[in-house]
């Protein structure tokens, strides 16, 4: 699987932006997805995940309530949509895939347990 992040870019705090990540392969229905982030200095980070059939969502904290994961199994396609944004928030964003390995909640939010990652996509949210 190949996956590639778009959508980033440059927002004042308060606005908002949509990521994308589409996947190769013919397997796209089949993989739970998730979003991660990394700020400089500092470890990468659950964001969210979505399951395989859509089902299960599961959130940061941090970005409850902002963030919206979804995906379109018909485009390959998994999205953040990023909305309130503030300056903490400024990060590379990755999606990534996992297989049938994940289950749980823990899981989901386990980086070690995705097998794809794409490339990154820069956000940066001015104050």
């Known amino acids: 699987v190949q996956l590639q992040a778009s959508g980033g870019g440059l927002v004042q705090a308060g606005g908002s932006l949509r990521l994308s990540c589409a996947a190769s392969?013919?397997?796209?229905?089949?993989?739970?997805m998730g979003w991660f982030r990394q700020a400089p200095g500092k470890e990468r980070e659950f964001v969210a995940a979505?399951?395989?059939?859509?089902?299960?969502?599961y959130y940061a904290d941090s970005v409850k309530g902002r963030f919206t994961i979804a995906r379109t199994n018909a485009k390959n396609t998994v999205y953040l949509q990023m909305n309130s944004l503030k300056p903490e928030d400024t990060a590379v964003y990755y999606c990534?895939?996992?297989?049938?390995?994940?289950?749980?909640?823990?899981?989901?939010?386990?980086?070690?347990?995705?097998?794809?990652w794409g490339q990154g996509t820069q956000v940066t949210v001015s104050s």
């Open positions: 392969g013919r397997s796209f229905s089949l993989y739970n």
């Open positions: 990534a895939s996992a297989g049938a390995l994940v289950r749980t909640v823990v899981d989901f939010t386990n980086p070690t347990k995705y097998s794809y």
């Open positions: 979505i399951s395989w059939s859509g089902d299960s969502i």
